[in-house]
C-alpha cells in the first residue's frame, strides 16, 4: 500500500482527525459512548476511543493512553460520592 492510499485509508476511518493508537499506531477506532468507570460522562471528557486492532483504549486527542485520568476520575468521583453519601447519611 503507498502512503497515499494509507493516508486515503486513514481519512475515511478518522473523521474527527484524532490521533493513531499507542499501541500499535493504526488510525482505526471506535469512539466509546459509555464506559463503567464513566457513564455518559467520563468518555466524552476524555476523548476516549476504542483501538479496532489492538482493542487499546486511548485518548483520541493526545494519542496516548487514558488510564492516569480514569484513575483520577474515579478517586474523585469515589470521594464525591462519599461526600455526598456522609450528608444524606447526617440527614
Ligand atoms: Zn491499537
Known amino acids: 500500500m ?13 473523521p474527527d482527525g484524532y490521533q493513531a493508537c499507542y499501541n500499535c499506531g493504526q488510525t482505526n477506532y471506535d469512539k466509546i459512548t459509555f464506559s463503567f468507570w464513566g457513564g ?5 471528557m476524555f476523548n476516549h476511543v476504542k ?7 486511548y485518548n483520541g486527542k493526545t494519542g496516548q493512553s487514558n488510564k492516569q485520568a480514569i484513575t483520577i476520575y474515579v478517586a474523585i468521583t469515589l470521594i464525591v460520592g462519599l461526600i455526598i453519601g456522609f450528608f444524606i447519611i447526617q440527614l
Do not use: I, R, V
Not at 40 to 44: F, N, Q, R, V
Open 40 to 44: 455518559m460522562l467520563g468518555p466524552k
Open 51 to 57: 483501538c479496532n486492532s489492538c482493542g487499546s483504549t
Open 2 to 14: 503507498s502512503l497515499e492510499l494509507l493516508d486515503d485509508f486513514q481519512e475515511s476511518n478518522n
